[in-house]
């Protein structure tokens, strides 16, 4: 079961939405995890995905793997913070409130 509302790994923005993640290289596939509390108590998104931590390549990785699960285009995907750390945070542009519904639906889908 998903977290609850106020353990969102994502919160509405002007611009759409900011999203945490937690981002795992160089492992055996792409796959986008569940949510998951840090010691703080602050929500992220766990994902993985095989290409290497260099020039970008795991950044870019994740975004694909973002847009193809969620029906965004990449255009629209934007590592904000933490380019070159395994915490994230993504800005995905566009209608907030929709983006919102459309997370927390893939997130329910697969939160079992």
Do not use: C, H
């Amino acid at each position: 079961m998903p977290p609850p509302a106020a353990a969102q790994p994502f919160e509405l923005v002007p611009e759409g939405l900011r999203l945490r993640v937690r981002l795992t290289p160089n492992a055996s596939r792409d796959a986008i995890g569940s949510v998951a509390l840090d010691a703080e108590e602050v929500a992220w998104l766990t994902a993985t995905v095989t290409a290497a931590p260099e020039n970008g390549r795991a950044n870019k990785a994740l975004i694909k793997l973002l847009s193809k699960s969620w029906k965004v285009p990449k255009s629209s995907i934007e590592v904000k913070y933490g380019a070159t750390q395994r915490r994230k945070t993504l800005l995905i542009a566009g209608d907030g409130p929709d983006l919102a519904a459309k997370l927390n639906d893939w997130l329910n889908e697969t939160g079992d």
